[in-house]
């Protein structure tokens, strides 16, 4: 019994690790500023332990269509579980830490 419960201990004590998708259209002011943002946050709060996918849906408008992209900007946690959702140019970096479960709400 404890073998596997410390097992378990391992597996949370491991750092989780981050896959994001944000959604453009173009090089908008709303845009720029969410790719920078998001860039910001990952790198003072998941250092190596994320990967970033920028799709811009004006070059690859196909990609939106299995994402049900209502608003652009928009982030999509894939992984961890669940997949969230974070809408907006992603300036509220509390918001945004909250939204993707990396902070806890105060």
Known sequence: MKASSGRAAMANALPQ???LRLYVAGQTPN??????????????????????????????????????????????????????RIIGDLSDTERVLVGLDIQRTP
């Open 17 to 19: 690790r981050y896959v």
């Open 31 to 84: 845009s720029l500023r969410a790719i920078a943002n998001i860039n910001l946050i990952c790198e003072e709060h998941l250092k190596g332990r994320y990967a970033l996918e920028v799709i811009d849906l004006y070059q690859q408008p196909k990609l939106a269509q299995g994402e049900q992209i209502i608003a652009v900007p928009t982030l999509i946690r894939k992984l961890p579980e669940p997949l969230r």
